[in-house]
């Protein structure tokens, strides 16, 4: 029997569980070929079956604890369907494969949750064998909350979302420079404004050595002035 004390947890658990799931199967239908299907890579396909079947797992589970009577028989049921299923895309990993570079995260996760469902099961047998004790309930709650983190993170993984290592998250970002007066001020002119200045200077350049040519064309234009 479950406590009272945890039919809110199992209720919440419910809304949370088909909440995800519905999120996922949109998610997956945007790109069904780029996920599950054949063509699909085999960390895509793990990701996206591991994903389902765990928060599937999480909801039933959580949904038959809230039946009044003895739920370990269920609880064994999808923790024996849900570790079956799992098992073979995780030996599908083991198998060389293109990106296999991720393989020891990966790899990771998917022994994190097969763990669970172990666990599920060792609980099952547990409540089955002795349906008033309370503590495998308990045990059944942080499990449950395993397979939601699993289940978050590989949903993460096939959205493509990147994932950030400590290492990463301890590296400064660079800063980027920022312009100061100095700098607008000898910033390099336009095309057009270099010729303006390149012919004023022309100008100056030829005044300053033709100053009798210059002096003489202003004389003579005074005079051409003077006799209009």
Same mark, same amino acid.
């Given at each position: 029997?479950?406590?009272d004390?945890?039919?809110n947890?199992f209720s919440a658990?419910?809304?949370?569980?088909?909440a995800?799931?519905?999120?996922?199967?949109?998610?997956?239908?945007?790109?069904?070929?780029?996920?599950?299907?054949?063509?699909?890579?085999?960390e895509?396909r793990?990701?996206a079956?591991?994903?389902?079947?765990?928060?599937?797992?999480?909801f039933?589970?959580?949904?038959? #604890?809230l039946i009044p009577?003895?739920f370990?028989?269920f609880? /064994?049921i999808?923790?024996? !369907? *849900?570790?079956? =299923?799992?098992?073979?895309?995780?030996?599908e990993?083991?198998?060389p494969?293109?990106?296999?570079?991720?393989?020891p995260r990966?790899?990771?996760l998917?022994?994190?949750?097969?763990?669970?469902y172990?666990?599920?099961g060792y609980?099952a047998?547990r409540?089955?064998?002795?349906?008033?004790d309370s503590?495998?309930?308990?045990?059944?709650?942080?499990?449950?909350?395993?397979?939601y983190?699993?289940s978050?993170?590989? #949903?993460?993984e096939?959205?493509?979302g990147v994932?950030?290592? /400590?290492?990463?998250?301890? !590296? *400064?970002?660079p =800063?980027?420079?920022?312009?100061?007066?100095?700098a607008?001020e000898n910033?390099?002119p336009?095309?057009?404004?270099?010729?303006s200045?390149?012919?004023?200077?022309?100008?100056?350049h030829?005044s300053?050595?033709?100053p009798?040519?210059?002096a003489?064309?202003?004389e003579?234009s005074?005079?051409r002035?003077?006799?209009?």
């Amino acid at each position: 029997m479950v406590p009272d004390a945890l039919t809110n947890f199992f209720s919440a658990s419910v809304g949370a569980s088909a909440a995800l799931l519905g999120l996922l199967f949109v998610s997956i239908s945007i790109s069904p070929e780029a996920k599950i299907t054949a063509t699909a890579s085999i960390e895509k396909r793990t990701g996206a079956y591991s994903a389902l079947v765990s928060l599937t797992n999480a909801f039933i589970i959580s949904l038959v #604890a809230l039946i009044p009577d003895n739920f370990g028989i269920f609880v /064994l049921i999808f923790s024996v !369907t *849900a570790f079956s =299923i799992t098992l073979p895309y995780g030996i599908e990993l083991l198998r060389p494969h293109k990106g296999a570079r991720n393989l020891p995260r990966r790899l990771i996760l998917t022994l994190l949750i097969l763990f669970a469902y172990i666990a599920e099961g060792y609980t099952a047998v547990r409540l089955i064998m002795n349906p008033h004790d309370s503590s495998p309930v308990y045990t059944l709650t942080i499990l449950l909350v395993l397979v939601y983190i699993s289940s978050v993170v590989r #949903a993460w993984e096939l959205l493509g979302g990147v994932r950030r290592s /400590l290492a990463h998250l301890s !590296t *400064a970002y660079p =800063i980027e420079p920022t312009v100061s007066a100095s700098a607008d001020e000898n910033a390099t002119p336009a095309p057009d404004e270099k010729v303006s200045v390149q012919k004023a200077a022309h100008h100056i350049h030829h005044s300053q050595t033709n100053p009798l040519q210059t002096a003489g064309g202003s004389e003579e234009s005074s005079s051409r002035q003077e006799e209009q």
